[in-house]
């Protein structure tokens, strides 16, 4: 490199700047004289970035080119991390400040050199205009956020489908689907497990002549408030079901038949009659349940779901307003 310097003659020193000139990188040389800084040499490219006048700005003091303080002791700190570090530093600098040009962003390195008398201080330095390349990324980062946020909310929607795919719409309550893959995974643990799971069905009586003396919309409310008195009553284990209708079926995991009609009766002696004040109305409701209980009273999902709504069936035959078990 430098033999290859050698080889050119001071007088064709044009040779240098004319390929320097051929750069879209603006590359400049400034000397430290009583701590400012000469600009000695700059290409053709920072010449036309720099100077929107026509005054040629070789044997200016960057002060004077850069009027703003605030940008020119950011460029002068980094000429001096340069000089105190003793070699080529890289940075990242913007123009906002210089107001003849339009804020650009440059990859900057520079690197303190020494003069031929070795005393004389020199700031040799190469800027890369990357704002076009900032702009892509920001746009990028702009549609990646946009996307992760799109991503997120198509998550939320489809939790909200699944979670809806799952309950009742009226009451919010489990919904019969649900309810039979949850009864299935249930029978199949505790038969592994060797544990008890019982089945309550509760219907309303007389749900008909409620509808009729008071309308449909109270007989609405009247399903959405005992089905929020069940839940309240239920443990958490429990999975509590619109089964259809007026009525309403209840798994008890874990709940022996004694266990659970124990459990039933004090609920019934809290909550019967159930009365809610509806559309400035009292209405007083009853109800009927029957229990049925797995291994012993079915096995399967449907024998234990019909051994249940026997028992509701012989609830409701014996008068309505009561409990019975299967068998
Ligand atoms: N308001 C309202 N009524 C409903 C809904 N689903 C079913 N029903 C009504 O519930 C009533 C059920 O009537 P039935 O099956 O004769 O039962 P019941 O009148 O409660 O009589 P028992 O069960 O024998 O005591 C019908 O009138 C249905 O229209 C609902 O979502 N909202």
Same mark, same amino acid.
């Given at each position: ?8 003659? !001071? ?15 603006? *590359? ?14 700059? %290409? #053709?490219? /920072?010449?036309?970035?720099? $100077? #929107? ?16 303080? *605030?940008?020119?002791? @950011? ?26 040009? !339009? ?8 690197? !303190? ?7 004389? *201080? ?33 998550? &939320? ?10 309950? +009742?719409?009226?009451? %919010?309550?489990? $919904? ?8 299935? &995974? ?13 089945? /309550? ?6 749900? @008909? ?10 007989? +609405? ?17 429990? *999975? ?16 022996? #038949?004694?266990?659970?009609? @124990?459990?039933?009766? #004090? ?7 159930? =009365?809610? &004040?509806?559309?400035?109305?009292? =209405? ?10 797995? !291994?012993? $009273? ?17 609830? @409701? ?11």
């Amino acid at each position: 490199m430098t033999s290859a310097l050698n080889d050119i003659e !001071p007088a064709d020193i044009h040779l240098l700047t004319g390929m320097l000139d051929t750069m879209t990188d603006h *590359v400049f040389l400034l000397r430290i004289e009583a701590g400012r800084y000469r600009l000695v040499y700059c %290409n #053709q490219a /920072m010449e036309r970035f720099m $100077n #929107q006048s026509d005054t040629l700005l070789c044997g200016l003091f960057l002060d004077d080119i850069v009027s703003d303080s *605030v940008l020119y002791g @950011k460029i002068a700190g980094n000429y001096q991390r340069a000089i105190a570090a003793g070699h080529v530093i890289c940075y990242e600098e913007s123009t906002e400040g210089f107001d003849s040009a !339009p804020v650009t962003i440059f990859e900057t390195s520079v690197s !303190p050199l020494r003069g031929r008398d070795g005393s004389s *201080v020199y700031i040799c330095g190469i800027s890369r205009d990357i704002t076009a390349r900032r702009d892509a990324e920001t746009a990028l980062q702009k549609t990646n956020e946009k996307l992760a946020q799109q991503l997120a909310e198509n998550h &939320r929607l489809h939790e909200k489908l699944h979670e809806e795919a799952m309950r +009742d719409p009226l009451t %919010n309550l489990f $919904n019969r689907r649900y309810f039979l893959e949850s009864l299935s &995974r249930e029978l199949n643990r505790a038969q592994r497990e060797q544990h008890s799971v019982t089945l /309550m069905m509760l219907d309303i009586d007389y749900f @008909k002549s409620l509808n009729d003396e008071y309308g449909h919309a109270v007989g +609405d409310q009247v399903l959405i408030e005992f089905s929020q008195r069940l839940l309240e009553g239920m443990r958490k284990a429990d *999975v509590v079901c619109r089964w259809g209708g007026e009525e309403f079926l209840i798994m008890m995991p874990g709940l022996s #038949q004694e266990d659970a009609y @124990k459990r039933m009766i #004090q609920w019934r002696e809290a909550n019967s009659p159930m =009365v809610f &004040r509806v559309a400035d109305q009292s =209405v007083s409701i009853r109800f009927s349940s029957g229990l049925a209980t797995a !291994p012993e $009273n079915g096995a399967s999902s449907d024998e234990l779901i019909n051994a249940t709504d026997r028992a509701l069936y012989l609830a @409701k035959a014996a008068g309505r307003d009561q409990v019975q078990l299967f068998g």
